[in-house]
């Protein structure tokens, strides 16, 4: 694994697009495991379903690296995710602060890619009637 090869993945990140999910397999293992707040995935189909998925339900979807930590076999980044939802608040963009921790294979393909990102603070409190329930509870574990 080389630090070339992490700017490769990273650049593959912050340009995804539903055409180049295809390329995929330039980066991931084919029984590479997959793991965030809502999955927990293993093999290469599983994995592109759920970019598949979230270019279906999100308008202009795009990852941000803000950090990388490279020491191999593993990377560490932290990112910003941007979206639209299509059916809540339309127009609207979204941000999603995260970091994700990707170990890689021997050949230099990503084994294993594990999400880190609080659903409850980065998403659900931004919804009307949840969100509202989410910060009471939030107020009351405080001193």
């Given amino acids: 694994m080389t630090?070339?090869?992490v700017d490769a993945l990273v650049?593959?990140?912050e340009t995804l697009t539903p055409q180049s999910l295809a390329e995929l397999p330039r980066f991931y293992a084919k029984d590479c495991r997959f793991r965030d707040?809502?999955?927990d995935v293993r093999g290469f189909p599983a994995l592109q379903a759920i970019f598949t998925h979230?270019?279906?339900r999100l308008d202009a979807?795009?990852?941000i690296v803000r950090e990388r930590v490279f020491e191999a076999p593993r990377l560490f980044i932290t990112w910003d995710f941007e979206f639209r939802f299509r059916s809540f608040r339309p127009g609207v963009t979204q941000h999603i602060h995260g970091s994700s921790l990707i170990t890689f294979d021997e050949s230099g393909?990503?084994?294993i890619h594990r999400d880190y990102w609080d659903a409850a603070e980065e998403l659900y409190e931004k919804l009307p009637l949840l969100g509202g329930v989410l910060g009471w509870l939030k107020?009351?574990?405080r001193p």
């Fill in 139 to 141: 107020k009351q574990g």
């Fill in 11 to 13: 650049a593959y990140f």
């Fill in 3 to 5: 630090a070339e090869r």
């Fill in 54 to 56: 979230m270019f279906e």
């Fill in 37 to 39: 707040p809502f999955n």
């Fill in 109 to 111: 393909l990503v084994a």
């Fill in 61 to 63: 979807p795009r990852f």
